[in-house]
Nanobody, 115 residues
Framework: QVQLVESGGNLVQPGGSLRLSCAAS????????MNWYRQAPGKERELVAG????????NYADSVKGRFTISRDNAKNTVYLQMNSLKPEDTAVYYC????????WGQGTQVTVSS
């Protein structure tokens, strides 16, 4: 059974930083690309960042390029999202995602950027 568990969300002031983690189990983690999505109130869920199975390639939404970094540690079955220079518009529930014909989601972790 696939399980994805996010952690690290918090309240942070504009300009601050957070690192989110997603612990994965129930599948061969090193064989699959992983993604981070977010969903803000009243908005659709959107792709934030993705990373290939070996970490060799990444992609980002234009809104977070230069500020967010996705990484993974295959020995720990964990994917990370380092978020710097946070803005109020980054406020959302952040989800890690696995797509293997169907989508698998964690429960999400709340990031609130506010002064």
């Amino acid at each position: 059974q696939v399980q994805l568990v996010e952690s690290g969300g918090n309240l942070v002031q504009p300009g601050g930083s957070l690192r989110l983690s997603c612990a994965a189990s129930g599948f061969t983690f090193r064989s699959y690309a992983m993604n981070w999505y977010r969903q803000a109130p009243g908005k659709e869920r959107e792709l934030v960042a993705g990373i290939t199975s070996n970490g060799g390639s990444t992609n980002y939404a234009d809104s977070v390029k230069g500020r967010f970094t996705i990484s993974r540690d295959n020995a720990k079955n964990t994917v990370y999202l380092q978020m710097n220079s946070l803005k109020p518009e980054d406020t959302a529930v952040y989800y890690c995602n696995l797509w293997v014909g169907v989508n698998y989601w964690g429960q999400g972790t709340q990031v609130t950027v506010s002064s």
